[in-house]
């Protein structure tokens, strides 16, 4: 095993990069924002009709905002209604 011998200075700027390392790798890991989907993108996400998005706000199915005639949807109540309705696969007898 071979020894490395640092100077004070050198000691004290490997641990400034370390810490700016560290501060990087805390901001890039903390929760992305909720991404929003206006009404256009979520019936094209989900392939369906503006009568059916309504059906689903309607039935609670869908949590939403609306501002004036404007609706919108946040993206994890889009992956949580799909989760919600999620079937795992059966396995066919014969």
């Given at each position: 095993?071979?020894?490395v011998i640092l100077s004070k200075n050198q000691y004290q700027e490997l641990l400034g990069r370390i810490e700016e390392i560290n501060t990087k790798i805390t901001e890039t890991s903390k929760k992305p924002v909720d991404v929003f989907l206006d009404n256009a993108d979520f019936l094209q996400l989900m392939h369906i009709s503006k009568r059916t998005a309504q059906t689903w706000r309607d039935e609670g199915k869908i949590s939403f905002s609306q501002?004036?005639?404007?609706?919108?949807?946040r993206m994890s109540d889009v992956q949580t209604l799909l989760?919600?309705?999620?079937?795992?696969?059966?396995?066919?007898?014969?």
């Open positions: 095993m071979e020894a501002i004036g005639n404007k609706i919108y949807y989760n919600k309705n999620y079937n795992k696969a059966f396995k066919k007898t014969r």
